[in-house]
């Protein structure tokens, strides 16, 4: 990736491929880093094993992380409640139409793709609490309103991005995890767009909204999983603003790997304790409050949203 492998972009597309490509000089981190890293990260895992079996595997994703981290009542509560609506199905068919957009062959339109991701994933039979199930059985209202937001993120996809070179070697939507202890447990995710050969990948994660410190973590966590998996974690992570046309890039160092390990294992420590119900749950306000299905009866949760001014200039 280089600025002479496309010339005649646009700013936003310019900028978006200066961010991405290679520095001149870069070398992978060495083994004993990666070593290092790998090791603080299994013997804070071994530490864990009593509360681990085989017969009933705990799956741990970034999103997982960052709930039990920031309220574990909520991160509780909303374990097994997840249903699929037209607005957190979005971000999932979206990302189906770009897969679509970087192999179609031929002329398209976003509403092409839009359209094409939406069908390619319906699916009546694919089982209850499944997003082809979701997809299959949605009001015209529903398909119109998801393929416009849909549209929208394409649009804006193609108006900031490069167009993306087959030797860039993109994979779209790649699903990655590390087992351990067998499969008592696994850690996964699921990378919106990998572009680059093995030990100098980028992960782009794509976000319709600003975006927020914990995007970081979250991909931090994607290159720990890459590390533990195939022990070349990736060169670059960068989240993608579309609304804002803003790149939030981060180069893959020793100390964003072992912030990712450290906070990795504080948060599947709280969801094995929590889990395994080795202890109640602790109640943690804060923004996610704002959408808790537990703040009516919460009282620290209620504190915390009726604050006034005054609180903040404490
Ligand atoms: S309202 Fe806030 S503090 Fe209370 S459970 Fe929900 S997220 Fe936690």
């Known amino acids: 990736m280089s600025e002479s492998d496309s010339p005649g972009l646009n700013t936003m597309q310019s900028s978006v491929l200066d961010v991405l490509a290679k520095p001149a000089g870069w070398e992978p981190l060495p083994d004993e880093v990666l070593e290092r890293v790998r090791s603080g990260f299994l013997e804070g895992l071994k530490a864990l094993e009593p509360l681990l079996r085989e017969d009933d595997p705990v799956y741990v994703s970034k999103h997982k992380i960052s709930s039990v981290l920031s309220c574990e009542k909520q991160f509780v509560n909303s374990q ?10 979005k971000g999932q068919v979206a990302h189906k139409a770009i897969e679509l957009l970087i192999n179609w062959r031929g002329s398209f339109t976003p509403m092409d793709l839009a359209e094409s991701a939406i069908d390619r994933l319906s699916d009546a039979s ?167 299905h537990l703040a009516q009866d919460c009282e620290v949760g209620q504190a915390w949203l009726n604050r006034s001014d005054d609180d903040f200039d404490a």
């Open 80 to 89: 097994g409640s997840f249903q699929w609506t037209t607005a957190n199905s």
């Open 126 to 292: 694919a089982g209850p609490g499944s997003i082809g199930e979701f997809l299959a059985a949605m009001s015209p209202a529903e398909f119109a309103e998801l393929k416009a937001q849909v549209v929208d993120f394409v649009t804006k996809f193609i108006e900031c991005f490069p167009p993306i070179k087959r030797e860039w070697q993109p994979v779209v939507e790649s699903a990655t995890s590390f087992n351990y202890l067998g499969r008592a447990l696994v850690l996964s995710g699921k990378t919106d767009l990998m572009l680059g050969q093995p030990g100098s990948k980028v992960i782009i994660d794509f976000k319709t909204g600003n975006i927020s410190p914990v995007h970081r973590d979250d991909l931090r966590f994607y290159s720990l999983i890459e590390l533990l998996r195939s022990n070349r974690p990736p060169r670059l992570v960068a989240s993608y603003s579309l609304s804002a046309a803003r790149p939030d890039p981060e180069p893959v160092n020793e100390s964003t790997l072992r912030v990712a390990s450290m906070r990795a294992i504080d948060g599947i420590t709280r969801i094995l304790e929590l889990t395994r119900r080795e202890r109640k749950a602790d109640v943690t306000p804060g923004v996610q409050c704002r959408w808790c």
